[in-house]
């Protein structure tokens, strides 16, 4: 079974400029979820959907960052413009519903230069 | 605020003898705790997890304990193997569907 997959697996940019990073729930779950992961902060939660709808994005760090759920199969995060503080590796992660045990994806290391 | 804290960021400790991780919380709401495995170049996995009505739950040779009352968790490894050499996250809920982590805790084991 396939489970949550992200790409690309690593990413280099330039400050400015903007990124999209993909992730592919497994098929059947309804909450999606994105975590961030840096050496200062550990592990935080971004956002997370349930149905395709956003629940709670308290942990978006700043406007230039946003996320979006098109289908049950398909989340993008993007952020515009990257800076160098951006970098770090992005998880996506999905569950069957609520509560239950979230499967995460290998996760998108991004370097913003 | 850490609302999660894993006070000690590594753990070195001899294949055969006991592994203990620890966390801290601060919020006495959490009703769910868990602890999850991460290798390098992969996302974390679940591993084991306790609820607040529990003390103890046992899985093979991992042991979650939850102390509620110095809101304090522990996870047990015995024996440790070098399999066992990863970071280790703990967690917690409560209410909703999301899920606070600690920083992290890297466990070595040696042969």
């Known amino acids: 079974d396939a489970g949550v997959i992200q790409s690309p697996r690593h990413e280099v940019t330039e400050m400015g400029q903007e990124v999209t990073l993909r992730c592919k729930p497994i098929s059947g779950h309804n909450s999606l979820f994105w975590y961030r992961q840096t050496m200062m902060r550990g592990l935080e939660l971004l956002i997370y959907f349930n149905n395709n709808v956003p629940i709670d994005d308290s942990g978006m760090p700043e406007d230039r960052f946003s996320a979006k759920m098109p289908n049950a199969s398909f989340s993008t995060l993007k952020i515009q413009p990257s800076e160098p503080r951006d970098s770090a590796v992005y998880f996506c992660?999905?569950?069957?519903?609520?509560?239950?045990?979230?499967?995460f994806g290998p996760g998108t290391r991004l370097t913003v230069l | 605020d850490q609302q999660v804290k894993q006070n000690s960021p590594s753990l070195s400790v001899q294949e055969g003898r006991i592994s203990i991780l620890n966390c801290d919380y601060t919020n006495s709401m959490f009703d769910y705790f868990l602890w999850y495995k991460k290798y390098p170049a992969e996302g974390p996995t679940f591993l084991i997890s306790i609820s607040s009505i529990k003390d103890k739950n046992e899985d093979g040779r991992f042991t979650v304990f939850l102390n509620k009352s110095a809101k304090h968790l522990s996870l047990h490894i015995v024996p440790s193997q070098p399999g066992d050499s990863a970071v280790y996250f703990c967690a917690v809920q409560g209410g909703s569907e999301k899920l606070v982590f600690g920083k992290g805790m890297k466990l070595t084991v040696n042969p």
């Open positions: 992660a999905s569950s069957l519903s609520g509560a239950d045990t979230q499967y």
